[in-house]
């Protein structure tokens, strides 16, 4: 399971609108790609669709899709968000992280 803080609800809603998507009906893609300093790094979208491949949580009231490959990487993150002067914007509270980056975008296992 993944989960959505308030701030970062907040924040999706906001964004998912101004880019033209329903946070009611659309997604948050959530995912893992290879790179970043320490190897791994996280991904974040909107998606009007979700794929036989994709799992589906929905957690104050945002329907995140996660691809079963990255859900291994995933599972019990928290997805926050950080604003004002010192504020990093989305942030990935991850318990599998064994090592995370200076800015918070990369990790390792």
Known sequence: MIKVSETA???????MSDDG??????YVR???KSGGC???????????????DDKLFEDNDIKLVVDKKS??????????????LNGKGFVFNNPNAQRTCGCGESFSL
Not at 9 to 15: P, T
Not at 21 to 26: G, L
Not at 71 to 82: C, D, N
């Open 21 to 26: 998507f329903n946070a009611a009906q659309d």
């Open 71 to 84: 859900f291994l990487y995933l599972v019990g993150t928290t997805l926050e968000y950080s604003g004002g």
């Open 30 to 32: 959530v995912g893992v």
């Open 9 to 15: 609800k907040n924040k999706l809603v906001e964004l």
């Open 38 to 52: 320490s190897g791994l790094s996280y991904d974040l979208n909107f998606d009007k669709n979700k794929t036989d």
